[in-house]
């Protein structure tokens, strides 16, 4: 009795050496890249995901990630990894709804969270659409899953050695993100959000001045400052710029992924071969 016998097989012919080398795929080339629809305005569709198996801190192992797709502001918000889709929707409700309302449509991976019956009812009732990414295929939930990557990297630069006090960074983080200029808007999802930039440094005016400048400059700001239907409408024009570039991708492009996912296979079949030997 050998349990996944067929897999073995599968993965031990598919990395063979000689046919990696000799045969050439005689798929269909591969599809170009379909990006998500270009929401309506701010939090009209979310995003979804935790970040799991994190050291304990004050009794929280995991962080459930929320992300607008058309601003790009995100929320970090603190919970257990063996959270249910009830305390799921319990978190939307106090942290996300209470500050944005209710969105159109909520894009997430397969986690048993989202898979389940009361998260689906709630959502219907709701009028909310439930978009689930493929499986296997986290690209569909790329937004979030690139935002993951980045507050991991805040984390990492400033918690201690035992790295169980993440969660009294967290909030900073959250500023620390949401005040940083994105590369796919050309703006912060402050001022995405709210039109203006929050201060952030402690700064004292001399007292020889009896009008600090910087209350002339925040005044002209505020009489120049665009609105904020012009300012969604940049941000629509930006989004779409960017999924073109994206859904546009070069074939070569999908010709050097099929040569390293190639040097993946050579990896796995030396593996392979090391396992069979020893």
């Known amino acids: 009795w050998w349990p996944d016998l067929r897999i073995y097989i599968e993965d031990y012919i598919r990395t063979c050496d000689v046919c990696c080398r000799s045969k050439i795929p005689r798929h269909r080339p591969y599809g170009l890249l379909q990006p998500l629809p270009i929401p309506e305005g701010p939090w009209k569709s979310?995003?979804?995901?935790?970040?799991?198996?994190?050291?304990?801190?004050?009794?929280f192992d995991a962080i459930l990630t929320v992300v607008d797709r058309y601003t790009k502001m995100a929320h970090?918000?603190?919970c257990t990894k063996t959270i249910c889709s009830r305390e799921t929707a319990n978190l939307v409700l106090r942290e996300i709804f209470r500050l944005h309302g209710l969105p159109d449509d909520i894009v997430s991976d397969r986690g048993p969270q989202f898979i389940s019956m009361f998260w689906k009812h709630l959502?219907?009732?709701?009028g909310i659409s439930c978009k689930l990414s493929t499986s296997y295929h986290p690209q569909t939930d790329g937004q979030t899953e690139r935002t993951n990557q980045t507050l991991e990297q805040y984390l990492r630069c400033f918690i201690n050695y035992q790295q169980d006090d993440w969660v009294d960074f967290l909030h900073l983080a959250e500023f620390s993100y949401n005040n940083s200029v994105?590369?796919?808007?050309?703006?912060?999802?402050?001022?995405?959000n709210t039109g203006y930039h929050p201060?952030?440094?402690i700064l004292k005016c001399p007292k020889v001045f009896k009008n600090p400048p910087l209350k002339i400059v925040y005044i002209k700001f505020k009489m120049c400052r665009p609105s904020f239907p012009f300012i969604w409408v940049i941000l629509k024009l930006h989004i779409r710029i960017l999924s073109i570039d994206i859904a546009?991708?070069?074939?070569k492009w999908t010709?050097?992924?099929?040569?390293?996912?190639m040097y993946g296979y050579y990896d796995t079949m030396w593996r392979w071969q090391e396992r069979v030997t020893n």
């Open 46 to 59: 979310i995003s979804l995901d935790f970040i799991t198996d994190l050291p304990s801190s004050k009794g």
């Open 76 to 78: 970090f918000i603190p």
């Open 199 to 201: 201060r952030w440094l």
């Open 123 to 126: 959502l219907k009732l709701l």
């Open 248 to 251: 546009l991708i070069p074939h």
């Open 182 to 192: 994105h590369s796919s808007t050309g703006y912060s999802p402050f001022f995405a």
């Open 255 to 261: 010709q050097s992924l099929e040569s390293e996912t």
